[in-house]
């Protein structure tokens, strides 16, 4: 009897161990994130929505990268310390989820984003997004030929009328003479005079 129940235990402890260890394979960090792949325009916002979850306390660490450039964007842990990197603190706005704002856009921020959760014991697992950012100066020259036909078309318009009224004066002349015509004389003896 005594035996069984020995060999009972050790079943319980062996498929107990093996379950935390596949439990810790499958990482107990889950990372949420609903989208991974981003495009913004230079001036807007952006908010890489995450959901993190961990044992214990997560420590969230996001790193920017982009081709040889990589540099470590903020480290908090939720409700215990928050640290920003001078360079963006005015701009980025962390989340206790994990979630970062980062506002006021330029073109060099498009690039990879990656967020790195550790728990207390050291594990860690992380998650990257892409972000694209679009120049707004194809809006501009679209404004800008727009505006440049607009102005053409306005001195066509001017020109257009310009010869007309230089020809209805002609024409206003023209008649003027053929009128006073009768008068002819008038004019001869002034000539004459
Ligand atoms: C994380 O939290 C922010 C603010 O509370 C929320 O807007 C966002 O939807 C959350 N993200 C996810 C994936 O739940
Ligand atoms: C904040 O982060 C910077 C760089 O990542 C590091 O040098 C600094 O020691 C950190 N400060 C605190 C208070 O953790």
Avoid at 25 to 34: F, T
Avoid at 71 to 95: C, H, K, L
Avoid at 107 to 131: C, F, P, R
Wanted: charged share 20%; with cysteine.
């Amino acid at each position: 009897m005594w035996h069984f129940r020995l060999w009972d235990i050790q079943d319980v402890a062996v498929f107990l161990s093996i379950t935390l260890y596949m439990c810790h394979l499958a990482g107990a960090i889950s990372i949420n994130s609903p989208q991974r792949s981003l495009t913004r325009s230079v001036q807007e916002d952006v908010f890489f929505s995450v959901d993190v979850a961990c044992i214990g306390i997560p420590t969230i660490q996001w790193t920017f990268m982009s081709g040889a450039v990589s540099r470590t964007i903020g480290t908090w842990q939720p409700g215990v310390y928050t640290n920003i990197t001078v360079d963006y603190s005015s701009r980025v706005q962390p989340y206790r989820n994990g979630s970062m704002g980062l506002s006021d856009l330029r073109l060099q921020d498009g690039g990879y984003y990656v967020i790195t959760v550790t728990e207390t014991t050291g594990n860690s697992k992380d998650a990257g997004h892409v972000l694209k950012v679009n120049e707004v100066l194809y809006e501009d020259l679209q404004y800008l030929s727009v505006s440049a036909l607009a102005l053409a078309c306005l001195a066509g318009l001017l020109m257009l009328s310009m010869w007309l009224l230089d020809k209805a004066y002609r024409k206003i002349v023209a008649w003027r003479r053929r009128k006073q015509m009768p008068g002819k004389t008038n004019v001869k003896n002034k000539s004459v005079k």
